[in-house]
């Protein structure tokens, strides 16, 4: 089973990908995480995407489909969960070719819905675990008082540096122009369902278990 999580920045995309990487067995193809691993290891590619993403922009159809491709040769587990890509119609063509190509098909894309008030609260408070990729949050989700992940123990937390406000008013305007028509293309296709990212992740989970279930 392989499926698209859908949503704006802070939608909680990463957080839902890694709930059923653990429980369905999925691997989780993140091109976000992959750019920012091509980045800090100093890459060219790294280097040239560095700075566009800091402003909040998209990069390149280009440079994403070329991750995603190399990422879909070899066993897949329990399916794929696409986590921030597509994020244009010709990523989403990209992918439907790509999939096709290796007699894979998609069988739901997951919108996350949220509203711009409640991103900006999630993403200015977010700080995510080195060692894992646990999300936690100055408000909602305080790292613990011993400093250690309540998944790994690892104590060392990051913020993301496109995680401030300029730069989320820059990737919401991005997912708005460009990403958010994929909600009509998907729907068109008969495999769009959405459900509501506001609610607590526990509910998130269980609604989109029974996209996955049906
Ligand atoms: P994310 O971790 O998904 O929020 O992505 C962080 C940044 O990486 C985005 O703001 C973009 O600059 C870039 N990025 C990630 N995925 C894509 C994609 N599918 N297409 C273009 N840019 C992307």
């Known amino acids: 089973m392989n499926i698209i999580l859908l949503g704006p920045p802070g939608a909680g995309k990463g957080t839902q990908a890694r709930h059923l990487v653990e429980t369905w067995n999925m691997i989780q193809l993140s091109t976000g995480d992959m750019l920012r691993e091509a980045k800090s290891s100093g890459s060219e590619m790294g280097q040239r995407v560095a700075e ?3 402003r909040g922009d998209l990069v390149t159809d280009e440079i994403v489909i070329g991750l995603i491709r190399e990422k879909l040769v070899g066993d897949n587990a329990g399916g794929f969960i696409f986590d921030g890509f597509p994020r244009t119609l010709a990523q989403a063509d990209a992918l439907g070719d790509l999939l096709h190509e290796v007699g894979e098909t998609l069988e739901a894309v997951v ?7 409640a991103l900006v609260n999630r993403i200015t408070g ?3 675990c080195a060692g894992c990729g646990e999300v936690c ?3 909602t989700k305080p790292v613990p008082a011993d400093g250690k992940c309540t998944r790994c123990g690892n104590t060392e937390f990051t913020r993301r540096a496109d995680d401030n406000e300029d730069s989320l008013r820059q990737r919401l305007m991005e997912y708005y122009k460009k990403t958010s028509p994929l909600i009509g293309y998907y729907h068109a296709k008969g495999t769009l369902r959405s459900v509501d990212g506001l609610a607590a992740i526990e509910t998130v989970q269980t609604s989109i278990a029974k996209v996955l279930d049906n």
């Open 52 to 54: 566009v993403m800091a």
């Open 126 to 128: 977010r700080s995510t």
């Open 111 to 117: 919108e996350m819905r949220v509203d711009d008030d």
């Open 137 to 139: 949050h100055d408000v």
